[in-house]
């Protein structure tokens, strides 16, 4: 079952901040962010791992709950260059490999 | 370049007629991997395989077929495809024990 992304979508304008949500009804051993831009393939950003936190990206950060099985991103001061659509890839165990991912939420930022 | 290659990156074909869409990694990757993208569904997993001669379903394998005879080359098989197959896939990649997937460019395949 994919995990449930929040918001949708999300306008922002240049150095505005932003909060990407992702929950899974499954407990979570690990949670993988990716961006998208329109036409491109998916990059990956960051990592969290069950008992751990991982920064991995300019000033994107995120947090893992595991008890409440959720992920947050957090986009601080966006820049025009943060445009583009955030996947969360949520994996339950058993295999490291096997990723499922969220609908996305598309993010813009506009001058 | 480190990259992770797909052919073709453009096909129409007509249902039924089977096809391969070729994936290639020079990374030594052990780890490769298929998805779909369409519109509002995100991502969603076909067949992922950990290394030669081991692979597994995804959350959608359902008419599609891979294989993993070589650690670089990692094939979709669509044996008899169908209108609902349209879509953009990516293969992808990342070696053992790491966390980050590299993605390759997408092939758009639209069956008529």
């Known amino acids: 079952q994919q995990p449930v992304q929040s918001p949708q979508a999300v306008i922002l304008r240049e150095g505005e901040d932003a909060v990407i949500n992702c929950s899974s009804s499954k407990a979570l051993y690990s949670v993988h962010w990716y961006r998208q831009k329109h036409g491109e393939a998916p990059v990956f950003l960051m990592i969290?791992?069950?008992?751990?936190e991982q920064k991995g990206h300019e000033k994107i950060s995120a947090s893992f709950n595991e008890k409440k099985q959720q992920s947050s991103l957090y986009l601080t001061a966006s820049q025009l260059s943060y445009s583009g659509t955030y996947f969360c890839?949520?994996?339950?165990?058993?295999?490291?490999?096997?990723?499922?991912f969220g609908k996305g939420t598309l993010l813009t930022v506009n001058p | 370049e480190a990259q992770v290659t797909q052919n073709p990156r453009y096909l129409i074909t007509v249902t039924g007629k089977k096809l391969t869409v070729t994936c290639s990694q020079n990374m030594n990757h052990e780890y490769m991997s298929w998805y779909r993208q369409d519109p509002g569904l995100g991502l969603r997993q076909i067949y992922y395989?950990?290394?030669?001669?081991?692979?597994d379903k995804g959350d959608v394998p359902e008419g599609y077929k891979v294989s993993r005879k070589e650690k670089r080359n990692f094939p979709l098989i669509l044996e008899s495809p169908s209108p609902n197959q349209t879509s953009l896939y990516f293969c992808?990649?990342?070696?053992?024990?790491?966390?980050?997937?590299?993605f390759g460019e997408g092939s758009w395949l639209t069956v008529v």
């Open positions: 890839g949520t994996n339950s165990g058993g295999s490291n490999y096997k990723l499922t």
């Open positions: 969290l791992l069950k008992g751990g």
């Open positions: 395989s950990m290394n030669v001669e081991v692979t």
């Open positions: 992808a990649s990342s070696p053992q024990g790491a966390h980050t997937i590299y």
